[in-house]
């Protein structure tokens, strides 16, 4: 279990699954944290949610948006793609990013796309399950994704994604969209590494599916 004393964000994405890539004790040093999630509730209205945060708890965006998408399985894709745009734009390409999101697809052709880039031929490790309509913004991720020095994607449940109230109630937090940009860089200073040895499951090593 993450430490109690760390951040929200990176305590969720310390305790959550990473589909593909294996979880080493180490990759909870990430810079920056991004959750994102996208809600539709009939009609093609639904919202976008994104939270950024770097590793010491320090916010560095939220944004509840409203939008109109035709499910939901759009709106979680249009999300991620929102909170990698506003990420880009903030961070260096040094940095090193955990990404929280409810939507067990997306969190594995993430880490399929990342895999694909580490090998020869760009061909993800397993095919790409992507909704048609949800296509243009795949495409979107995918250029955000290799900007970054690192990144890789974990699952959480719904019921715990900090960005879920912002993307099922945009109107309640148009608030936190009038918060002033910031573009701030996590303290140099990291906990001490500590010998871990991790178990199987964890191991520093590609996991299969």
Excluded: K
Excluded at 91 to 120: F, K, Q, T, W
Excluded at 141 to 167: T, V, Y
């Amino acid at each position: 279990m993450a430490a109690y004393h760390r951040p929200g964000l990176r305590n969720l994405f310390d305790d959550s699954p990473t589909p593909h890539i294996a979880h080493p004790p180490h990759t909870h040093r990430r810079d920056y944290y991004l959750a994102a999630d996208g809600s539709f509730r009939g009609g093609g209205e639904g919202g976008l949610g994104v939270i950024i945060e770097t590793r010491d708890g320090e916010p560095v965006a939220r944004l509840s948006v409203p939008d109109r998408v035709p499910d939901n399985n759009v709106a979680e894709y249009r999300a991620l793609h929102l909170g990698l745009d506003v990420l880009a734009a903030r961070a260096p390409p040094s940095a090193r990013v955990g990404v929280l999101v409810d939507h067990d697809d997306l969190a594995a052709n993430v880490n399929r796309a990342i895999l694909a880039g580490e090998a020869s031929g760009y061909r993800p490790p397993h095919p790409f399950r992507v909704p048609d309509a949800a296509e243009h913004h795949w495409r979107g991720i995918r250029a955000r994704l290799h900007g970054f020095a690192e990144l890789r994607a974990a699952r959480i449940c719904s019921a715990e994604n900090p960005a879920h109230p912002l993307a099922n109630t945009p109107g309640q937090y148009a608030h936190v969209n009038a918060e002033a940009d910031r573009c701030v860089l996590p303290s140099a200073s990291l906990e001490p590494e500590e010998e871990q040895v991790p178990p199987p499951s964890r191991a520093n090593r590609h996991a299969s599916d």
